[in-house]
């Protein structure tokens, strides 16, 4: 058997992981079925904030738990390439201050109105590496 | 406000996009909350092909309506991105020779014994990609 062996992240360098990427995955539960969506996210402290809007599916799993994942999987050389899932009650942001600012810093990448801020306020943080040989070695 | 158009894909050209992706998040729910992994995959027919092994979490969603996304987005460029969710039943593949040859065809990139082979039927397929200018033109 060959493979990269698995390495497991401390909260502090999944997070940082996290916050290096741009874009992740918010998955919710949606008529009972998993669902999910790639979405622009940013990192502060340690809330992960998002942008939605009103008619969205998601906001039915706000107050609820989600998660949200960002990877980075580099087929050619699998060293650095990494994956992490926070875990957390999504929630709105309703402290204007906070939505001037996030709007402010989070664009957007589609053409559409996303007038909801939302935050995960994760509970829990896993994540891994990869490091070793490549599968094909 | 600005942003790219999301242009919604016809199965066709979801399941192609999905077929040149090598890494795929599945999404299930485990112990009623939602659950992520990232995993290689291969695309065989209509069939999502993955290996998984005997004691993931995972596996209690067998016969279960899991999702299933791949994407593709380049931060610079935010044209040429997409992103495809299939949603079907997760199933054992059982039948020996096809075992032996997804075995051959799909190699795990973590070193772990991966000796179940696992397939979506996906129902439906949905996905979109983005066009148009970036969200700081």
Do not use: C
């Not at 008529?31 to 039915?60: C, F, G, K, Q, T």
Request: aromatic letters at 6%; zero cysteines.
């Amino acid at each position: 058997m060959s493979g990269a062996a698995m390495v497991e992240l401390d909260r502090a360098t999944a997070l940082r992981l996290l916050s290096s990427a741009v874009v992740g995955r918010i998955v919710f539960t949606q008529n009972a079925l998993p669902a999910i969506r790639p979405v622009n996210h940013l990192v502060d402290e340690d809330l992960i904030i998002i942008r939605s809007h009103a008619a969205a599916a998601l906001m039915s799993s706000v107050d609820r738990v989600v998660a949200y994942e960002a990877d980075h999987f580099d087929p050619g050389s699998h060293a650095a390439s990494w994956s992490v899932v926070a875990t957390g009650i999504l929630r709105a942001v309703t402290d204007p201050a906070a939505i001037v600012r996030y709007e402010r810093l989070l664009r957007p990448w589609v053409a559409k109105t996303m007038d909801q801020i939302l935050q995960i306020e994760p509970r829990l943080i896993t994540g891994f590496s990869l490091n070793g040989a490549d599968a094909d070695g």
